[in-house]
């Protein structure tokens, strides 16, 4: 392919209108699509300078660069602060869309999603000392074979933490809709780390009683309460929920006297004494 050294045009001027290269003007502005010195197998978009480059496809790859030459299908590369992409959407319904199509297989004999299959990922990569280095993932992956009528989906998100840049899986939530913390196989609805000498597994921070509770609420004030049933039920207190009088002005055997404190300590955990 012919080179098409770029040159500033004239308003209105047209130059190499063939199918090498074709020159636009606005104005007093012009730009020129050519075929690059240092690729036969690419076009560029000029500014009206002649020199500076503004789009560079690599017909050879299929690759499309936006202030760069393009080193995978679509690269983009701006020095301009909070610059990014836009998805503008005007419509009475829907909402702008960002998709991610994943099949396996060759163009035209696809072949479905199965499990461990990644179906879609987004990076997060920054700059280190001398290079880029992973921060975190977000991953969406198949966890069984997908048809037409189920498609049963697991979503990871990965973080790298201090003196690491290999992202680690730290939330997990199931297709089912179970949730791990550090945890990626999750065996009920929320699934926490077992607690350390350094960090306990989960933790709730001293507020007020709700005015009106819902089934299921937990909450700490002076005591941990969880309200069950239109009842607010202590669950633990500051200390522990044993000891205290078990008797009362008369004389209990040692049986009797380990049978009432039970059921002291069971009225106290239910929230019948407090």
Do not use: C
């Amino acid at each position: 392919m012919p080179y098409f050294p770029p040159t500033l045009l004239a308003s209105g001027a047209r130059d190499g209108a063939t199918s090498q290269a074709q020159a636009f003007t606005n104005g007093v502005k012009a730009a020129k699509i050519i075929a690059p010195a240092n690729s036969t197998n690419a076009f560029g978009w000029y500014r009206a300078d002649g020199t500076t480059q503004d789009i560079y496809y690599d017909s050879n790859n299929g690759r499309l660069g936006i202030g760069t030459i393009p080193d995978s299908v679509f690269h983009a590369r701006t020095t301009t602060a909070n610059a990014g992409l836009r998805f503008q959407n005007i419509a009475d319904t829907g909402s702008p869309l960002f998709s991610f199509y994943r099949a396996r297989g060759t163009l035209g004999s696809e072949t479905p999603i199965i499990n461990g299959a990644r179906v879609g990922e987004i990076q997060f990569i920054g700059f280190g000392a001398t290079a880029y280095v992973s921060g975190a993932f977000l991953r969406a992956i198949g966890n069984a074979t997908w048809t037409d009528t189920s498609a049963p989906t697991d979503f990871h998100i990965m973080l790298s933490d201090a003196g690491s840049v290999t992202p680690t899986e730290r939330l997990t939530v199931k297709s089912k809709g179970r949730v791990g913390v550090n945890n990626t196989s999750p065996g009920a609805w929320l699934h926490l780390p077992a607690s350390t000498s350094l960090e306990a597994s989960l933790r709730i921070p001293v507020g007020v009683a709700p005015t009106t509770p819902g089934n299921g609420d937990m909450w700490l004030a002076t005591r941990l309460r969880l309200h069950r049933s239109g009842v607010s039920e202590i669950v633990a207190t500051g200390a522990q929920a044993t000891g205290g009088a078990a008797t009362a002005g008369a004389s209990y055997t040692a049986t009797e006297q380990t049978m009432l404190q039970k059921v002291y300590d069971a009225a106290r955990t239910f929230g019948m004494l407090d």
